[in-house]
């Protein structure tokens, strides 16, 4: 996820509003728990310099939603809101490991006010995050290979999508994943 070029603003603390639906969609089934994660100096300024810019002022703390199955656990889901062209975008993200680290499994948008709301929860744009992991490229252009946006004059909320899934992959990576280091706490496999 490198550099970023859109700032999401002191829109960060979101609820998850239909865990139930977004797991029933994304894991076919399964059951969570809630663990909270304190954002120390040390990893905060790890998480700043991966994402190019500063944390929003009410990111002290992130939710992590553990997935489980049969008690095993099969993902994380996490939530972000950004900032859109008109007001918050929430930011539902699914993540799955392998042998390579977090990877997006799926993104949904639970709650947004923009103009262009078929398109940006459309499977056409929302699917190309699929995949991605914490150090992709996750700029909106026009560029062969890079993300498009959800539709035309939606580049915002677009962005404002795909930085919210950097983030939270980032901060995953960071708690979780490969960056979180052998002196780190883990989340239960």
């Not at 490198?2 to 399964?30: E, H, N, Y």
């Not at 948008?109 to 914490?134: N, T, Y």
């Not at 999508?161 to 052998?182: F, H, I, P, Q, T």
């Amino acid at each position: 996820m490198l550099l970023f070029l859109v700032q999401t603003g002191s829109a960060a603390l979101c609820v998850w509003r239909a865990p139930d639906a977004d797991i029933a969609a994304v894991f076919g089934s399964g059951t969570y728990k809630t663990v909270f994660e304190d954002v120390n100096k040390d990893r905060q300024a790890r998480i700043e310099k991966r994402l190019g810019t500063a944390l929003d002022p009410d990111e002290t703390q992130f939710k992590f939603f553990p997935v489980f199955q049969n008690k095993k656990r099969v993902g994380t889901v996490m939530t972000h809101a950004g900032k859109g062209q008109f007001g918050a975008i929430e930011v539902v993200v699914a993540v799955i490991e392998d042998d390579s680290g977090a990877k997006v499994k799926a993104v949904r948008v639970q709650r947004d006010r923009e103009k262009a709301k078929a398109a940006l929860r459309s499977a056409a744009f929302l699917g190309q995050f699929k995949g991605m992991r914490a150090n992709d490229e996750f700029r909106i252009s026009n560029d062969v290979g890079s993300l498009k946006s959800a539709a035309k004059g939606a580049e915002k909320a677009s962005q404002a999508v795909a930085s919210a899934v950097r983030k939270l992959l980032v901060v995953y990576d960071e708690y979780y994943g490969n960056a979180a280091g052998s002196g780190e706490q883990k989340a239960e496999k």
